[in-house]
């Protein structure tokens, strides 16, 4: 069983263009995040949800949405994509404080 | 605001070399520290973490000690195997354990 699951692995798509990226984690953790790995393997916070409320937003462009349904998934919308989103997005969870934090494998988002 | 530096790659060591790879950080209060790494094509995995100041972080060989009064948690193995070749981060979460911050990841290569 994966506890931290993105989907896809892999996206390529036109500028332009509307995509999601989809994360769901089975290990009841409360607090959700989006990380960006640029190639230079560079990550930064994106956004952080804790049950379903946003509490972590960095300054990232409106063009991204993040949406949580519930405490288990925490999507992401990209609206518009340009070239300069290309990058690796990761989402993770976390359980209570002083906890680690667990990743997905990764979705590789590649602009065209 | 919090940061973690970590000495710059890559590392190229040979086979059952000892490894060491810096990182310091800058951080209010008594912050969690983390080690994780990243194999090639592959998502980020904790390596180990450490809590409080004098904790000893270990895992398959590989060890980091959280020094508070050089606020630094360098990572050591005695011996490196081929198969230790990836990118490691340092990582920290801060008093209110909402987010992890990274450092810029080192890329270790082990050499036959």
């Known amino acids: 069983d994966t506890a931290v699951s993105q989907t896809p692995k892999y996206l390529v798509t036109q500028m332009g263009n509307d995509k999601s990226i989809k994360c769901e984690q089975n290990?009841?953790?409360?607090?959700m995040y989006w990380y960006k790995q640029d190639s230079k393997k560079f990550l930064k916070i994106m956004f952080s949800?804790?049950?379903?409320?946003?509490?972590i937003n960095e300054t990232v462009p409106n063009r991204f949405s993040p949406k949580s349904p519930d405490k288990a998934h925490l999507n992401l919308h990209i609206n518009s994509l340009e070239l300069g989103d290309s990058a690796v997005y990761f989402c993770?969870?976390?359980?209570?404080?002083?906890?680690?934090?667990?990743f997905g494998s990764g979705t590789r988002l590649t602009v065209v | 605001g919090d940061s973690v530096t970590q000495m710059e790659g890559p590392v190229t060591l040979s086979e059952e070399a000892f490894l060491t790879i810096n990182c310091t950080y800058t951080?209010?209060?008594?912050?969690?520290l983390f080690w994780y790494v990243q194999y090639p094509g592959e998502g980020l995995q904790l390596l180990l973490k450490?809590?409080?100041?004098?904790d000893k972080g270990s895992n398959k060989g590989f060890e980091a000690t959280y020094r508070k009064e050089t606020t630094s948690f360098h990572l050591e193995k005695g011996s490196v195997q081929v198969s230790d070749s990836a990118v490691y981060f340092c990582?920290?979460?801060?008093?209110?354990?909402?987010?992890?911050?990274f450092g810029g990841g080192t890329r270790l290569m082990v050499k036959p």
């Open positions: 990582a920290l979460s801060g008093n209110a354990g909402n987010m992890l911050t």
């Open positions: 949800y804790n049950n379903k409320e946003l509490i």
């Open positions: 290990l009841g953790h409360d607090t």
């Open positions: 951080a209010t209060g008594y912050p969690s």
């Open positions: 450490a809590t409080k100041a004098d």
């Open positions: 993770a969870s976390k359980g209570g404080l002083r906890y680690g934090y667990t």
